[in-house]
């Protein structure tokens, strides 16, 4: 799969007139808890030629690669992700913080490395969150057996909305380090699912954990209660420091 996804970036580099500046795994293998028959999600970051950016009107800002059972994959320009990146958008913070990275330019996520704190809306992450742990809570986890997929999807996010909450930080993507804010009773729960989770597929259904599922509706109504008292910290030189970052990048291309 690694030799396809080279090979399709550089198609899409090829047909398009684009450098990728970066391309990364954003789903469940990066998260670290992939079924057996996972897809890969990949995410990638590009950028055009100086004529691009000089027109009056802009052109499309995002890419789409044919999705089949086995790559997902898509993109976004570099001026859409900064402006993204400014408006602390949360799927962009998971990408650069992806432990699976496909492609690189020299330093690209290091030179945006210092940026994501200070970029980070305590508030807009946390909303993020939130949404998808009420669609857990709502919708998949109300039966009396649930799909295993959308159990750690929610568990991921409660997680990540409770590191929000309680650190005031930007959270880390890698499922690893969030359960050091699990409850301990429910950790060798957790790890008995993860390891059924390793051979099962995208659709197993297992019995409606009921203890943990009481824990993902606990933090839903924390993180909801806990929406008004958040800080909205602006920091100082974020836009211009991603203006530069845009710059350098666009003169790479002449």
Not at 52 to 63: K, M
Not at 87 to 100: M, T, V, Y
């Amino acid at each position: 799969m690694t030799t396809r996804i080279s090979a399709a970036l550089a198609a899409l580099e090829a047909e398009h007139g684009i450098r990728i500046l970066y391309a990364c795994e954003s789903g469940s293998r990066a998260w670290g808890f992939p079924s057996p028959d996972s897809d890969y999600d990949v995410r990638f970051i590009y950028v055009h030629a100086l004529d691009w950016y000089l027109g009056l009107d802009e052109g499309p800002d995002t890419l789409n690669f044919p999705v089949d059972a086995e790559l997902d994959l898509a993109g976004w320009e570099l001026r859409k992700t900064l402006r993204l990146l400014r408006g602390s958008n949360a799927a962009l913070f998971e990408w650069l913080q992806s432990p699976i990275v496909y492609r690189e330019a020299p330093g690209f996520r290091a030179q945006l490395a210092p940026l994501l704190p200070p970029a980070f809306n305590l508030k807009a992450g946390l909303h993020h969150y939130l949404g998808q742990l009420r669609r857990g809570v709502e919708e998949d986890l109300v039966g009396e057996e649930v799909r295993l997929k959308r159990l750690f999807y929610a568990l991921r996010s409660a997680l990540a909305a409770r590191w929000i909450r309680e650190r005031h930080a930007l959270p880390p993507m890698e499922f690893a380090p969030l359960r050091a804010l699990l409850p301990t009773d429910l950790q060798e729960f957790v790890d008995e699912l993860l390891a059924q989770k390793a051979f099962s597929n995208e659709k197993t259904l297992v019995a409606r954990p009921v203890a943990l599922v009481a824990f993902l509706a606990a933090e839903y109504a924390a993180g909801q209660a806990a929406r008004v008292g958040l800080p909205v910290a602006k920091a100082a030189g974020v836009a211009e420091a991603l203006d530069a970052v845009l710059r350098q990048q666009v003169a790479w291309t002449l």
